[in-house]
């Protein structure tokens, strides 16, 4: 194959822009889908891609493109990326592994706050970036308001910009002829010794784990055998392919600057890295590709089976799911509440949200999880430094030296006129105004400082409600400072329940006990014996509930004689409901555990 001939290039945008339509008609017009075939989001193959109508995973695609202005055909190798910030990660893995990318901005809503994020993302990549101005078909379109922001805020020229329509299919020519005029071949030796790169990986039920690699220099055949540079283990080769056509398809040689697959006798998903290089152990490369940047997750909580003889096919589950999402992390961990499980580590609450309809979906599970927390560190008095992750780790309130947690650097775009009430939203979230910057007439790009606690729950939804959904935001962790920490126990009937307990700032203790108990007195059922629900912060009760027992009338079947009868039945009733209190457990439903995670 003609080197030359190849293109690698990505489709990134903020959510919602149109990326996967774009994607969809590229498909269309370069024949690689039977147009009787076609349908929406074709390169998002989960379910729950569909019915939320967003990109949660990566897709790759190897198209053949016969450019009628240049008379020539090319190979190109496309991958559709997600637009929300939670994914933010799976956008960079597929950065690495192209020359180019396709900018989408929406002609209705303009530059938002995950277009610039991915635009900076592409440059740090050195990457050359066409930009493309999509649904230009809209009523609501302003074309050139978008373009004034694209030069202005971009850095882009006029003559640079795609005007398109991915659902009526124009300028998708267009944007295809960009592609293979502007974004370079990609480079390498074929014989120099072998280097690829492992960007992303899958589960396959029938091929077991499927493994996507950039070729960078040398040559990959099925008879040769490869090398984790960094697990340092040796694999042979059984299938060698490309994704063509949406289907897998084996091929006789991976060249360099080829993006492809490969499956091995693989049979632990643990062992595949993903950044790992790989290389032939015969000839090795001297040295091993810089990889990506560690993730660091931002948001921790609990994951449990219902029944606890799930926990193996919750650990499997797992590592099969962590395979093809590298951002989330795990570890083993005991509750008194609900016996083993796993704490979990995510980018953000889609992330986690995510996470667990797929567990539940694919692997047929019924999960608990427990309440979101970020990461503090913890300053002791012996001059240790540990982090806490969850509210089990935080040591006695004497041996705290200083409590610090994480600040992040939050970019808002937002309407002129919403300009005021998202200050004022963000100031009553512990938010400190950093700077603002007017993007045209009517939009402003606005920075704050503010602790991570307070943007990873419903901070997204409430901003687009002010901006009346024209508001977007990305964020990211910079920095830790002192703060204020308190541990808020819930007590039932006087008992811990840990699955409810949670790491905040001080002066928020007293309002959110206030809304947990009252909220749980409405999820929890009457039990035959009453219940007593109380927030506290060490010994200090701040918030209690009662939830009366079921109504049981031990004198139903007296129908007369003398009253001490019934007394004394009223008597042994009371020692009973006692000592059924004492001992008893209370049944919590599941939807009280993920009710208290939208508070």
Request: with cysteine.
């Amino acid at each position: 194959m003609d080197k030359a001939l190849l293109r690698n290039f990505s489709i990134i945008a903020h959510i919602d822009h149109g990326k996967s339509t774009l994607a969809d008609r590229i498909l269309e017009v370069t024949g690689a889908v039977d147009m009787r075939h076609k349908g929406d989001q074709l390169l998002d193959d989960m379910e729950l891609e569909k019915e939320r109508g967003i990109t949660i995973k990566a897709s790759m695609v190897r198209l053949n493109y016969f450019s009628k202005k240049f008379n020539q055909e090319y190979i190109l190798n496309l991958i559709d990326t997600p637009g929300h910030v939670d994914f933010t990660y799976e956008v960079s893995k597929s950065l690495a592994a192209c020359e180019g990318a396709v900018l989408v901005v929406d002609a209705g809503q303009g530059i938002e706050a995950q277009t610039v994020a991915n635009y900076y993302l592409a440059l740090e990549n050195n990457l050359h970036v066409i930009p493309v101005i999509n649904k230009v078909d809209l009523i609501s379109a302003d074309v050139g308001r978008v373009k004034s922001q694209v030069e202005t805020v971009l850095g882009f020229k006029e003559e640079e910009i795609i005007l398109a329509s991915a659902k009526e299919g124009n300028g998708i020519i267009e944007i295809l002829d960009r592609i293979v005029e502007t974004i370079p071949a990609p480079g390498g030796k074929i014989e120099d010794p072998l280097k690829a790169l492992i960007f992303d990986c899958r589960f396959d039920a029938f091929k077991g784990v499927v493994v996507f690699v950039k070729v960078i220099d040398g040559q990959i055949s099925p008879k040769t055998q490869l090398k984790m540079f960094n697990a340092g283990k040796i694999y042979k080769i059984e299938e060698l392919g490309v994704f063509k056509d949406l289907k897998y398809s084996a091929v006789e040689t991976l060249t360099c600057g080829e993006v492809g697959y490969f499956t091995a006798n693989l049979r632990d998903p643990r062992e595949v890295i993903i950044g790992d290089t790989i290389t032939d152990p015969k000839n090795p490369c001297a040295t091993a590709l810089p990889g990506y940047r560690k993730v660091k997750p931002l948001v921790f909580c609990g994951i449990y089976p219902v029944n606890p003889a799930d926990f193996p096919q919750l650990r499997d589950a797992m590592d099969k799911l962590k395979l093809s999402d590298a951002s989330f992390v795990f570890e083993s961990e005991n509750s008194q509440s609900f016996g083993t499980g796993f704490r979990c580590g995510f980018l953000g609450l889609l992330h986690m949200e995510i996470v667990q309809e797929r567990l539940e979906r694919e692997y047929n599970l019924n999960l608990i999880l427990t309440v979101p927390n970020v990461v503090y560190r913890i300053k002791t008095k012996s001059g240790e430094l540990i982090e806490v992750d969850t509210p089990a780790k935080l040591c006695p309130v004497q041996d705290i030296e200083e409590s610090l947690e994480p600040f992040a650097a939050l970019l808002m775009i937002v309407p002129v006129d919403s300009i005021e009430a998202v200050c004022d939203f963000t100031k009553s979230r512990r938010g400190v105004f950093v700077s603002n910057e007017y993007l045209g007439e009517d939009r402003v790009k606005v920075v704050f400082s503010i602790p991570l606690a307070e943007i990873i729950v419903d901070f997204y939804d409430r901003i687009k409600s002010i901006t009346r959904g024209y508001g977007s935001m990305d964020y990211e962790v910079k920095e830790y400072l002192p703060t204020k920490l308190v541990k808020l126990d819930i007590l039932l009937n006087s008992q811990i329940c840990d699955a409810f307990s949670s790491l905040m700032f001080k002066e928020k203790a007293i309002s959110r006990a206030h809304l947990l108990v009252s909220k749980l007195r409405e999820l929890i059922p009457r039990q035959l014996f009453e219940v007593t629900i109380q927030a506290a912060v060490g010994s200090q009760i701040l918030a209690s509930e009662r939830v009366r027992s079921v109504g049981k009338n031990a004198t139903s079947k007296c129908s007369g004689g003398d009253i001490t009868r019934k007394r004394k039945l009223w008597e042994t009733q009371k020692k009973g409901k006692k000592r059924l209190k004492q001992f008893g457990k209370v049944e919590i439903p599941q939807e009280a555990f993920l009710e208290v995670l939208k508070i």
